[in-house]
């Protein structure tokens, strides 16, 4: 279950940060908050419930991390390795992800939604039941995954490359497309309008 | 509480089970086909299915409850009177329900089904086809969806934006994403404030 234990700063409207009381930004020692959660995401255990949002995360390796109803909202992910991941009914909508890699991963049921992505790949992965609603995407390849069920609707994409993907009832209705290719793949089984 | 997600090829509909951290009675929302996947969920959490909610009673959200209640004894709770000749407790807009320490709050939403129900616990909701992430519920006519629309609206939209949606068919979403890009609710909205604008009392 996604935790919503509300910052104890007065007036603040943010959530606490995982096993804390207060949002990042009113922590009293916000790099230690960032070094714990750091260390935790770099191992490959099982994170579940995890909670951290409006959070700064840079040149950082998550491979092989696993999360289960987690909550990254509103964070910036720039240059970070989630490949070979397995990522479950989590969050991580209204963030920006600047050359990101998502590649041989196996999400389902995350939600990306209103997210920007710049330069990111999601290749080889398993992307089903996973929410992509209104992205902005740029130079990004989900080229041989299977999106089945996704819903990429009232998505901004510019050269995003879905070749060779399963695209049976992924959900393109209300896009705008700029350069994007879906050669090889069963994109008369997606839904567009 | 933990919540579990379990997808049906049954007409792709989502089964969900709540139940307590460490084992108990739980709840399982739309059986729409109990499989051995599921079964083996419910049992490797040492849950006992005490209670069963039914968003509405299309086949994709009931047809595993003949299944079902040969293996467990739940109570189940629905908006339709009648189901398969099973007893149903009767569900009423707004009931507040305790099921076995888990305190839902059933919210009937018309239009999609004459006993389309929504059930609210904690920061969970969990629409049915009532909406779903990207579209709201598919409708006879205009009437019914003009009755859905008012449904979502007063009761859906006013709630938290952070509330989590647990759809009946498709993705996960937040009432925040549906309000920014679901078309029809942008468009109902939008619709509601040209209304206000043309309303002849501003205009006088």
Request: glycine share 6%; with cysteine; aromatic share 10%.
């Amino acid at each position: 279950m996604f935790r919503l234990i509300p910052c104890s700063h007065v007036g603040c409207k943010k959530y606490a940060v995982e096993d804390y009381y207060t949002c990042l930004e009113h922590s009293k020692d916000p790099e230690k908050v960032m070094f714990i959660i750091n260390k935790a995401l770099s191992d490959t255990h099982n994170h579940r419930d995890m909670l951290i949002t409006d959070a700064l995360f840079s040149e950082k390796d998550f491979s092989h991390t696993k999360l289960s109803m987690c909550n990254f909202a509103r964070c910036t992910f720039r240059n970070v390795d989630f490949s070979h991941s397995k990522i479950h009914s989590s969050f991580f909508d209204f963030c920006l992800f600047d050359h990101c890699k998502f590649d041989d991963n196996d999400a389902r049921h995350t939600v990306v939604a209103g997210s920007t992505l710049i330069e990111c790949t999601f290749t080889d992965s398993l992307l089903i039941h996973t929410n992509f609603m209104g992205i902005d995407a740029r130079n990004c390849d989900f080229s041989t995954s299977d999106l089945y069920y996704s819903n990429f609707s009232s998505a901004h994409l510019v050269d995003v490359r879905f070749v060779d993907c399963n695209l049976k009832n992924t959900d393109f209705r209300f896009t705008d497309r700029e350069q994007v290719s879906f050669k090889y793949s069963n994109f008369e089984e997606a839904l567009f309008n | 509480m933990k919540i579990f997600s379990h997808f049906s090829l049954n007409d792709f509909s989502n089964t969900y089970l709540i139940g307590p951290e460490n084992g108990g009675d739980a709840i399982l929302i739309d059986p729409g086909h109990i499989d051995i996947n599921l079964i083996n969920r419910i049992e490797q959490n040492r849950y006992n299915i005490a209670h069963v909610l039914i968003t509405h009673r299309h086949p994709s959200h009931t047809a595993g409850l003949g299944t079902l209640v040969k293996i467990y004894h739940p109570l189940i709770y629905a908006g339709s009177p009648t189901l398969f000749d099973l007893p149903v407790i009767p569900l009423k807009d707004g009931l507040f329900l305790d099921l076995s320490g888990i305190q839902v709050q059933a919210l009937q939403i018309p239009g999609h089904s004459i006993d389309s129900f929504v059930f609210k616990t904690g920061n969970a909701l969990f629409t049915g086809d009532v909406l779903h992430a990207g579209r709201i519920g598919s409708t006879n006519g205009v009437l019914e969806k003009a009755l859905l629309l008012k449904g979502i609206k007063s009761k859906i939209l006013t709630l938290d934006e952070r509330f989590v949606i647990f759809p009946g068919h498709g993705t996960l979403s937040t009432i925040k994403i549906e309000k920014l890009f679901n078309h029809a609710l942008i468009e109902a909205t939008a619709s509601d404030d040209l209304d206000q604008i043309s309303h002849p009392s501003i205009l006088t």
